[in-house]
């Protein structure tokens, strides 16, 4: 990795990307994607600049509506004139190393717009790359001068994580069905939420279910990024914490109440509101420093990914490692070995 | 880490593991899920003689009714005086650090039979960790000596992946509200499955996603493994595959067709037709040369899983790279740097 080098092809592409054209930024996702010999070196290129884009992450369990309420989200967005990036995680195809067309269908009215550009992605690749490479097309999308950037995941667990890397505010759909706010709490929801949305707010249950956060959100107040776990061998709830006390700007800014809105993104009620309260906590942000600590929090999680990413690249690329692998198996097998002592062989050859 | 050398500490708890006390096991898996020293030397010892438990995995997305499931089938391998283990993995908590009770309730009608021991994990740690800490519980359970481990995971997407790399039979668990076979097919439950149950198999829709299994199974038929996604660095498929075709016993055993069972974990129908047909895999598993060529698939990715992490502990814990670090996030934030700029500059002085 030397970011100081660009092949002439990326420099071609770079050219393309820098003048805005779609093709460009096409064309270096996919170098990202498929982690191209040299998608480091283009990516430290665009970033140079920093972030620019208003990020913001939707997750939730699925059948939560979401895909539907990112492209109303994104309608109302275009029709105030910005550019959009969009990014939709679909990890219930981690299998398919390809772009699922069936869940995007009703994105389809607004994907024929140039003002918006769409990159649906499975969740191909290891579970660290999945990450890592998740939120190199976001910040690919930034840089390209996306006025904004709406980041779509859906998940249980792990993958409401990755929208937290990646985005400033996180909106987290939920819909009656998808469990009471109870099974919120318990899966993190209300650590990572900024805004919770309760779609399909027409359903039996809705009003019980905007109850009930509003509940334990209060209960929680104040409890926020507490109990936010190691991630990617990463505490975030660390650096978090780090950031805040040591950033330039080191007064807390005033709380944030999350909100409870309701939504029903088919019949588009309750998304304007959404976009003005986004736009609330985008102001907040940008008052007391928080922004810098959540950017600086990312920054962090950033250069870790790459590190062990690079990391587990130079080592499996080693013969010798290669080599010590198979033996290791096959001592394995044999019953003269264990994980333990293969791992002990190969970091020995690594490290010497 | 030295396999070799074991602290006094971990011999005592070693001699209890070994006379069979569930104290010693206890102690052992908290050694191992909080990564204390010697962690890794304790798994060495207790591995060495290889796997001998019968490893099923259950998996399926929330609301399966997986736990109850697990509880059905566990009362069921008792009453057959099987000794068991049973580990519950709840990454829909992947906050709270601590495992959670509620889910378990259902567990407690066997949760005091001496015979079984049940171990529910929350997925606290890295992404990467969540899987090598998951693995190591199994492993210790099966050094135990418990006749078979159970495995239960819950999840959309990647920690279905997890099972197949700790279990050798895949159990995966539906309902009929989770959805249809293309969905099922979508997140690459087909490529995982050994069996397929359709769980609360009286409600409406239970024959529809059968017949709908079925047929989407008999499209795939001989397609199973082929595409299995790169996995924690480790492509997942290549390992298989190569391990088909370097195993000593290199004749493909006759094809397992996965078969499609209905059951009712609450009033135990269809529970024993499930026990009878984790036999008929474990026979087919032993009989072509499939059980080894899955340990050794598992054996390449617990010997990748634990390089990976210990490599990742050892940069973090330079004071370099730390300081390096830091100011690689100073350098962002001043935008004067990039991740990969900082990561450049860190993989530099740790390769020196």
Same mark, same amino acid.
Not at 37 to 60: I, N
Not at 224 to 251: C, F, N, W, Y
């Given at each position: 990795?030397?970011?100081?080098?660009?092949?002439?092809?990326?420099?071609?592409?770079?050219?393309?990307?820098?003048?805005?054209?779609?093709?460009? %930024?096409?064309?270096?996702?996919?170098?990202?994607?498929?982690?191209?010999? !040299?998608?480091?070196?283009?990516?430290?290129? $665009?970033?140079?600049? +920093?972030?620019?884009?208003?990020?913001?992450?939707?997750?939730?369990?699925?059948?939560?509506?979401?895909?539907?309420?990112?492209?109303?989200?994104?309608?109302?967005?275009?029709?105030?004139?910005?550019?959009?990036?969009? $990014?939709? &995680?679909?990890?219930?195809?981690?299998?398919?190393?390809?772009?699922?067309?069936?869940?995007?269908?009703?994105?389809?009215?607004?994907?024929? *717009?140039?003002?918006?550009?769409?990159?649906?992605?499975?969740?191909? !690749?290891?579970?660290?790359?999945?990450?890592?490479?998740?939120?190199?097309?976001?910040?690919?999308?930034?840089?390209?001068?996306?006025?904004?950037?709406?980041?779509?995941?859906?998940?249980?667990?792990?993958?409401?994580?990755? $929208?937290?890397?990646?985005?400033?505010?996180?909106? &987290? &759909?939920l819909v009656p069905e998808s469990g009471d706010a109870i099974q919120a709490m318990k899966a993190g929801l209300m650590?990572?939420?900024?805004?919770?949305?309760?779609?399909?707010?027409?359903?039996?249950?809705?009003?019980? #279910?905007?109850?009930?956060?509003?509940?334990?959100?209060?209960?929680?107040?104040?409890?926020?990024?507490?109990?936010?776990?190691?991630?990617?061998?990463?505490?975030?709830?660390?650096?978090?914490?780090?950031?805040?006390?040591?950033?330039?700007?080191?007064?807390?800014?005033?709380?944030?109440?999350?909100?409870?809105?309701?939504?029903?993104? #088919?019949?588009?009620?309750?998304?304007?509101?959404?976009?003005?309260?986004?736009?609330?906590?985008?102001?907040?942000?940008?008052? +007391?420093?928080?922004?810098?600590?959540?950017?600086?929090?990312?920054?962090?999680?950033?250069?870790? *990914?790459?590190?062990?990413?690079?990391?587990?690249?130079?080592?499996?690329?080693?013969?010798?490692?290669?080599?010590? #692998?198979?033996?290791? $198996?096959?001592?394995?097998?044999?019953?003269? +070995?264990?994980?333990?002592?293969?791992?002990?062989?190969? #970091?020995?050859?690594? %490290?010497?």
């Open positions: 990795m030397t970011p100081s080098t660009l092949s002439s092809e990326h420099e071609a592409l770079l050219e393309r990307f820098k003048d805005g054209r779609v093709l460009g %930024l096409a064309r270096a996702i996919s170098v990202v994607e498929n982690e191209r010999a !040299g998608f480091q070196e283009l990516l430290h290129t $665009v970033m140079a600049s +920093g972030p620019q884009a208003k990020r913001v992450g939707f997750t939730g369990p699925p059948g939560a509506g979401k895909s539907s309420l990112v492209a109303a989200v994104a309608t109302e967005y275009r029709r105030l004139e910005e550019h959009l990036g969009v $990014v939709a &995680v679909d990890p219930t195809s981690p299998y398919s190393g390809g772009a699922l067309l069936g869940d995007r269908i009703r994105m389809n009215d607004i994907s024929m *717009d140039p003002g918006i550009f769409i990159r649906s992605m499975a969740t191909r !690749g290891s579970l660290g790359g999945l990450a890592a490479t998740t939120k190199e097309v976001v910040d690919l999308m930034d840089a390209f001068g996306f006025d904004r950037v709406l980041v779509e995941t859906v998940g249980v667990g792990q993958t409401e994580l990755e $929208v937290t890397a990646a985005a400033d505010t996180v909106v &987290v &759909v650590e990572i939420a900024d805004i919770f949305v309760v779609n399909k707010a027409d359903r039996p249950g809705a009003p019980r #279910l905007v109850k009930e956060l509003r509940q334990a959100l209060h209960l929680r107040t104040g409890s926020a990024l507490k109990d936010i776990p190691a991630h990617h061998g990463v505490d975030l709830g660390q650096v978090m914490k780090k950031e805040r006390s040591t950033s330039p700007s080191a007064e807390k800014p005033e709380g944030w109440s999350v909100p409870v809105l309701t939504t029903n993104a #088919l019949t588009n009620d309750g998304v304007e509101t959404l976009l003005e309260t986004i736009q609330e906590h985008r102001s907040w942000l940008e008052q +007391g420093g928080e922004l810098e600590r959540r950017r600086r929090a990312r920054a962090e999680i950033r250069i870790r *990914d790459v590190v062990n990413r690079e990391m587990r690249r130079i080592a499996w690329s080693s013969a010798d490692a290669r080599a010590l #692998l198979a033996r290791g $198996v096959d001592d394995i097998a044999d019953g003269e +070995g264990t994980p333990y002592s293969a791992a002990e062989a190969i #970091l020995g050859a690594l %490290l010497r």
